[in-house]
């Protein structure tokens, strides 16, 4: 039985794009390393943000980049393309609302390097409650029998798991 401390970041990210993938990504299905997609996104990490890098990593929490921003606690995500930016945003706020948990205010950003472009998030009440939503839902998923069907969506395309769902 899945519980709330199972939920990750990566979950919460797949959680926007594909139920699917949510469960398969926690019943450790690997997903296909060497797809163009995977490679490109651990090529930017690599690459971006060097200097402020600062990994921190609690509970099933991996956060990219930590900053003083005078005197406030930035933290910070490392996207490849901001097209899937609803799911970057849903993934920061859980890692803010995560140190939340743990008694840390912090405001976040979101960065896509190859745009040059940065985009503020902050956790407020209303999306806290969203966020919360999302963990529970995430927890149902993840406890059923088998994978939610396969449907195709057009991010399927770019998605490590293709050649399994495909097969
Ligand atoms: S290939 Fe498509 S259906 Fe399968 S996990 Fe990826 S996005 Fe979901």
Redesign the pocket.
Known sequence: MYGYEDVTGSLIQSYS??K??VW?MAHQIIPDQEHPYIEMGRLIDDISYDRDRKKINFENVVIDLVRNDNGNLLVGEIKKSSKALDSARLQLLFYLYKLKQNGIEAKGQLFFPEERKKIDVFLTSELEAGVVSVINEIRDIINMDKAPA????P??KN?G??E???S
């Open positions: 794009i594909c699917r993938q398969l396969f449907k195709k969506i991010y399927c998605c798991y293709k399994f769902c495909l």
